[in-house]
């Protein structure tokens, strides 16, 4: 017992206590002593986890006097336990093998079919319940002296169960190709970090190839007594300490091996290690000189030592086979840069119109990509009002960090309004990709931004975006709710279902509150800490808070379009980067074909027109799609009943109630202008009018619903208009600034007047013959007055070189005076990192202006 102790963390320790208390041995093994302890495995009992029920049969089986061993077991497709049988070690019967031939010397029998067993199974709440005892063997127990053969089986097993509470899922590790390389990266570990290592346990397939590897600490374990060893006069010093600190490997389907264990804690003091001769490991330890040189170190001193060592070695280069990075830092596989920027340089040759910036650390490195095209932009100014930040890539494992910038269109479709490579997440990183998003869409940021729940984000919207509403996307909550939640999801058929209606369906905060509260009691979850910290931060994500913020009922578009699944599988590792570009396209132009099929479908609809005036006037003005949800709320609205709350001037008040609903809805109406408001606030939210303002109307006799409640945004013709509305544009006092601004705003107008007069031959014709006089009008004015871009523009704009092949050769200049880099020389619209910090970024406004060796408008 003293043994186990010493490897364990405070934290652990009082756990460990814990349980131990809960469950006091008898002094006596017999059976009548074990039916009336308090440890007795009862029907009903309930564990947290499948371990923890292993480890309570298997304390109850050491006092009792028997082994255990794990038997039949049900799991899902994600590998959850949903039941487990513990049996006796003689349960059933050894099987003879056909053709084996008889053995001069046979192993005893030790399988006689024991019944003495204790069952499992996953519950809702994610725990496990004990729906079978049997208690009655067989066989004779074991004897008080073979007892101590148990309790040393037990000492090793609790400690297995200490280091998987110890594991660290912070670090992250790679793939290694040989057991040897993943040697060599944890000894080059060990090194940094001051202690020794050695090979430990490993299992072997038939072919003799090692599927699991362990490597430890190399005071990991207890040094053995060996029976009949006789005493020594000077015995060697004690090194084994039990130390839990190891890295297992496990060799995968693809033939690599993954780091399935990663254990960064020790319970002794650590060597100091030295920058040029590192600790060597050994499988023969002298831990003499080490003892005594830290024999004077507390246990904190360890511990912050331990914490140090760990964060120095987040910062070693590649070049030392050392890829432990920090959390917030993800190293950039071999080529992808490269790939990266050869499909933008190519997108850009391809489309002047096209935009991409890079951002760069203090020393140079490649760390996030942004682009858009001019589509993009397009989309942007007709259905930018609110965006998603696609960031689940988290949630998945894309093996690489894609996030996308998305939003919604007129027909309910999900439209993609920029994307982004992100190898690094920290709050300064997102103000990056949020500022440059914002300098792409000519200054304009939208009305509502939904994101997952993370502080730097939040951080970052907070101090780059100031007065668009935050709220975190729902969608990305029950992929997480999926994840953290698994027990519970997989033990329960409905959990999935409750839990959705939760975060999709309540337009109502008292129908939430107790649909939540229903959830908690009946899956026993009310203890679940993810849940109590989502609930805190309801306001920031149920749709029955915040409803005066202009929504677009994204969160239905995002349950029936799902863009991660499609996009998962050309983000791995396994394949270049340049194949998911290709895929991406395809992907991008897939949906801007179906935009257009939809924009012909809604035009050419052959549906015999509604019969009722308001009805016929929603479907002439809204989208199909749009036309659905209003023909929804129209329908409705018959089964409300109306009573009148009186009159303030040209206002009446109105109470509306719904027989099945138990809040009733108020409605004021302005005689005056015609203006109409409801406490639902379902126009503000998605910008159809509730059921609720239907009612009001009806009965003061308007037939036709009042234009200012026709929201362009849903109407057929939302991208028409004059091209100036659609890109607003300021002038700042910066003139250089200016010129690269007017040049992108431009460039934006004429790509929006090109993708209209595509759509017929005659459009087309039009605008090319007036091509030529539009260049000979221009040419007058500048004529008329000097252009001011010769004295502005004074960087050179050679473009003879590559971007990418600089890039790729390591010519990639940092300009400090600017706190600016770019590659080659190229300056074409130089896009500055506007705050003051150390990580800086380069990048390219649309090609670059005529004059300065741009491409014609």
């Known amino acids: 017992m003293e043994e186990i102790l010493t490897i364990l963390s405070q934290a652990s320790y009082k756990t460990f206590m814990k349980k131990m208390t809960d469950a006091p041995r008898p002094n006596s093994t017999t059976m009548e002593d074990a039916n009336n302890a308090r440890w007795l495995p009862r029907i009903d009992m309930l564990f947290e986890s499948e371990n923890e029920a292993y480890e309570f049969y298997n304390t109850y089986a050491e006092n009792v006097g028997f082994f255990v061993r794990r038997s039949t077991l049900w799991t899902t497709s994600k590998n959850i336990i949903t039941r487990r049988t513990f049996v006796c070690s003689r349960e059933g019967f050894r099987e003879k093998k056909k053709g084996a031939k008889e053995a001069k010397c046979p192993r005893p029998e030790t399988r006689i079919g024991c019944p003495a067993c204790m069952t499992i199974r996953l519950t809702p ?113 004690e090194t084994r300490t039990g130390c839990p600190a190891c890295m297992i490997i496990r060799l995968t389907p693809s033939g690599k091996y993954h780091v399935t264990e990663f254990v960064t804690y020790h319970n002794h003091p650590l060597s100091v290690p030295s920058s040029t001769d590192l600790v060597m490991s050994h499988s023969v330890e ?90 993009s932009m397009m989309d942007y100014n007709y259905f930018g009002d609110v965006v998603c930040f696609d960031t689940t890539y988290k949630i998945y494992g894309y093996g690489r960090p894609f996030a996308l910038f998305i939003g919604v269109n007129h027909h309910k479709q999900i439209v993609i309004f920029g994307a982004a490579l992100l190898y690094d997440e920290g709050t300064e990183s997102f103000k990056w990709l949020f500022e440059t998003f914002k300098s792409v869409m000519s200054g304009s940021q939208p009305k509502t931004v939904l994101t997952d729940r993370d502080a730097a984000m939040s951080e970052a919207i907070a101090a780059v975006w100031p007065g668009t509403s935050h709220r975190f996307c729902v969608w990305h909550i029950y992929q997480n709710a999926v994840e953290q939640l698994s027990q519970a999801f997989h033990g329960s058929r409905t959990l999935g279902y409750d839990f959705g209606r939760c975060l999709f369906d309540f337009e109502d905060e008292e129908e939430f509150l107790s649909a939540w509260k229903t959830m908690l009691q009946k899956y026993d979850l009310q203890d679940n800490q993810w849940l109590a910290k989502l609930f805190d931060e309801r306001e920031k994500w149920a749709l029955v808070y915040g409803r005066e913020t202009f929504y677009a009922d994204i ?134 009018q509730c059921r609720h303002v239907l009612k009001v109307l009806d009965t003061r006799n308007i037939k036709e619903l009042p234009p200012q409640y026709i929201v362009k945004r849903w109407r057929k013709d939302a991208k028409a208009g004059v091209l100036s509305d659609n890109c607003p544009f300021s002038f700042d006092s910066d003139p250089q600034s200016s010129l690269s601004k007017r040049y992108n705003y431009l460039c934006r107008i004429f790509s929006i007047a090109a993708a209209r007069a595509a759509k017929s031959v005659e459009s087309y014709a039009f605008i090319e013959s007036q091509s030529d006089m539009l260049m000979d009008q221009v040419d007058q004015v500048l004529q008329a007055r000097p252009s001011e871009m010769p004295a502005l523009i004074t960087t050179s704009c050679d473009r003879s070189q590559n971007p990418v092949e600089s890039a790729v050769a390591g010519t990639l200049r940092y300009d400090k005076a600017n706190q600016a880099s770019f590659i080659g020389g190229t300056a074409n619209g130089l896009l500055v990192s506007q705050h003051s910090h150390p990580t800086m970024c380069w990048g390219q406004f649309p090609a670059g202006p005529p004059e300065q060796g741009g491409r014609p408008l």
């Not at 140079?364 to 095209?373: C, G, K, V």
């Not at 749009?626 to 329908?635: G, V, W």
């Not at 009148?644 to 202008?673: M, P, Q, W």
């Open 555 to 688: 969160k239905s578009v995002q349950q029936k379009e799902n863009l991660s699944t499609e996009l998962k599988k050309y983000l791995s590792p396994e394949r270049e980067l340049l194949s998911f570009f290709e895929h991406y396209e395809r992907i991008l132009d897939e949906r801007r074909c179906a935009e257009l099929q939809a924009d012909a479908n809604a035009n050419l609809s052959t549906k015999k027109p509604p019969s009722i005036r308001m009805l016929r006037q929603a479907a002439n003005a809204y989208t199909p799609a749009a036309f659905k949800m209003f023909e929804r709320e129209f329908e409705l609205y018959m089964d409300c009943m109306l009573y009148g709350c009186g009159e303030t001037g040209t206002i009446s008040n109105y109470r509306v109630t719904v027989e099945e609903k138990a809040k009733d809805h108020f409605v004021k109406f302005d005689s005056l202008d015609g203006t109409v408001t409801c406490s639902c606030k379902k126009f503000e939210f998605i910008g159809i």
């Open 125 to 237: 709440n994610g725990r496990y319940r004990v729906t079978e005892f049997v208690p009655n063997h067989n066989h004779q127990l074991a004897a008080a002296s073979t007892i101590h053969m148990l309790r040393a089986k037990k000492m090793r097993r609790k400690a297995r169960a200490v280091r998987a509470d110890l594991v660290d899922d912070t670090v992250r590790t790679p793939e290694f190709e040989t057991e040897d390389e993943a040697y060599e990266f944890y000894s080059m570990y060990a090194g940094r970090i001051g202690f020794s290592i050695r090979r430990a346990s490993m299992t072997m397939s038939a072919e003799n190839v090692i599927t699991r590897r362990m490597f430890v600490c190399s005071r990991e374990g207890f040094r053995e007594k060996k029976k009949g060893a006789k005493r020594v006069k000077k015995p060697r010093p």
């Open 286 to 375: 002298n831990g003499q000189d080490d003892e005594s040189d830290m024999a004077d170190g507390s246990a904190d001193d360890t511990v912050h030592k331990q914490a140090r060592s760990h964060q120095s070695i987040s910062l070693l280069s590649l070049d030392s086979k050392n890829y432990l990075r920090s959390k917030r830092v993800k190293s950039i596989q071999v080529g992808d840069a490269g790939a990266t920027l050869e499909y933008l340089q190519k997108m850009q040759d391809n489309n002047p119109s096209f935009f991409y910036a890079v951002q760069v650390d203090e020393d140079d490195n490649m760390t996030n990509f942004f682009w858009a095209d001019a589509k």
